[in-house]
C-alpha cells in the first residue's frame, strides 16, 4: 500500500470515525460548535492520528536509506 493511502487509512480510523466528526461536519458553517468534551476527542484523535502518520514517514525514510523502501 502506498503512503499516501496508509496515512489516509490512518485519519479514517483515528478521527473520522469518532462522533464529534459527524457533527462538526454537520455544523460546519452553522455557527453552532459540538460540546467541549466532543471536540477535545476529536482534537486528540488528530493528534494520535498526526503522531502515526509521522511515525509511518519516518519508518519509510529510515527504510529507504537502508536501501529496503517499505513504501512507493
Known sequence: MALGDEIDEIFRREVKSLPAYAKAQAAGGSGVAPPVEEMNNLLMGLVVAVQRSLHLLA?????????????H
Do not use: H, K, L, Y
Open 59 to 71: 519508518d519509510s525514510i529510515e527504510g529507504m536509506e537502508n536501501g529496503s523502501a517499505q513504501f
